[in-house]
């Protein structure tokens, strides 16, 4: 499972969840994916999202069957917003931020390179794509409208 934080052609941002990064392409190729705002089907991936691995990260993407999608931020409830600043808050303070180094570092672990940790960091959708093809399990943070402190 991948979370992409997604753009309509009239700046919407929107969040949702695909098994891989090919079915976002071959759902957007066919005007499956429509922005929940406008309904424009122009839709495409914003660049760069925070990306974590853990071992939750790991189970829960061997046992989720099914791709959801769900627009994000819209009619937000603060209970969901304050449930994602929790658990990105938690993410942080038990992960080691190897920055740029992500796909990499993640790609090490998955092949038993290099010892099992939980790691966050930045990746491009370029390296998030090749990690999904490489069977590399890993999630998206949520982004969050403030800054935390
Ligand atoms: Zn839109």
């Known amino acids: 499972m991948i979370k992409y934080l997604l753009g309509c052609a009239s700046g919407h941002e929107f969040e949702s969840w695909f098994r891989a990064g090919a079915d976002f392409d071959a759902q957007s ?3 499956e994916i429509a922005c929940p705002y406008c309904g424009s089907i122009e839709i495409s991936k914003q660049p760069m999202a925070p990306s974590v691995v853990t071992k939750r990260a790991k189970a829960a993407a061997q046992t989720t069957e ?5 627009p994000a931020g819209g009619a937000g409830s603060s209970d969901v917003r304050e449930a994602l600043r929790v658990f990105t808050q938690k993410v942080i303070a038990n992960t080691e931020d190897v920055g740029t180094r ?3 570092e993640a790609r090490k672990m998955h092949f038993g390179e290099i010892e099992e940790r939980h790691i966050r960091g930045s990746s491009t ?22 800054d935390l402190n």
Do not use: K, N, Q, Y
């Not at 099914?66 to 769900?70: D, G, N, Q």
């Not at 093809?133 to 982004?143: A, K, M, Q, S």
């Open 29 to 31: 190729r066919s005007g």
């Open 66 to 70: 099914a791709p959801v999608s769900a």
């Open 102 to 104: 992500f796909a990499d």
């Open 125 to 146: 959708p370029e390296e998030a794509r090749e990690l999904v093809e490489d069977g590399v399990p890993f999630g998206i943070l949520p982004t969050l409208p403030e």
